[in-house]
């Protein structure tokens, strides 16, 4: 069973490195995944997201071989930056399984705070997420999305932000931002949504 599964990998959010995933990778590897994750740089907000992304298309191309399909993790910013992933660089074409936890898919007005170009693009209304959000449905629906989210965000706000429409909605209630990706509840949640059949379409 456990050649089976797919190898995983983790995007982390803004001011993290991988070692924010520690607590998931170990629970994920003790079940039999093989997890994955790296740095983004910069992790500030200073580089825009689009070049976060094409981070994770090279480092998914330079890690798997071409034929080898991969789930993706993405958390808080990590949510955005692997949307982008799939959405505009042919990342459909590789993940099976996508979670998105804890991101400001419809933006978050936290993002008012700091000029840096990356932060700015997660305000509500931005270019970079209009344009995510106009084709979600279409450019997505080829793969397993699940959304992850608590209501008691306060990094995210308003919490609801986090939604994106489709795929499947799970809310769980988790106090702290930055404790979503070592919730036991999320990992159990993590560790469920990879073993499930994959949608045929």
Request: glycine share 6%; hydrophobic share 35%; net charge positive.
């Amino acid at each position: 069973m456990k050649n089976k599964r797919n190898p995983v990998l983790l995007i982390h959010g803004i001011y993290d490195t991988y070692a924010k995933f520690n607590t998931m990778k170990k629970y994920l590897t003790n079940l039999g995944w093989s997890v994955h994750c790296f740095s983004l740089k910069p992790n500030n907000g200073n580089g825009h997201l689009e070049y976060l992304a094409e981070q994770v298309d090279d480092y998914i191309n330079n890690n798997f071989y071409s034929e080898q399909v991969i789930d993706l993790i993405g958390f808080s910013m990590g949510g955005l930056v692997t949307r982008y992933y799939l959405q505009r660089l042919g990342g459909v074409e590789r993940v099976q399984r996508y979670i998105n936890i804890s991101a400001p898919n419809n933006g978050t007005i936290t993002a008012y705070a700091l000029p840096n170009p990356g932060i700015k693009q997660m305000r509500p209304n931005s270019k970079f997420l209009e344009d995510l959000n106009q084709d979600v449905a279409t450019t997505l629906n080829k793969i397993n999305v699940t959304v992850i989210w608590t209501p008691y965000d306060l990094m995210i706000l308003p919490a609801s932000s986090s939604k994106i429409g489709i795929g499947e909605e799970i809310q769980l209630p988790v106090l702290i931002h930055g404790q979503m990706v070592r919730d036991h509840k999320l990992l159990k949640t993590i560790s469920d949504c990879l073993s499930k059949p994959l949608k045929i379409s």
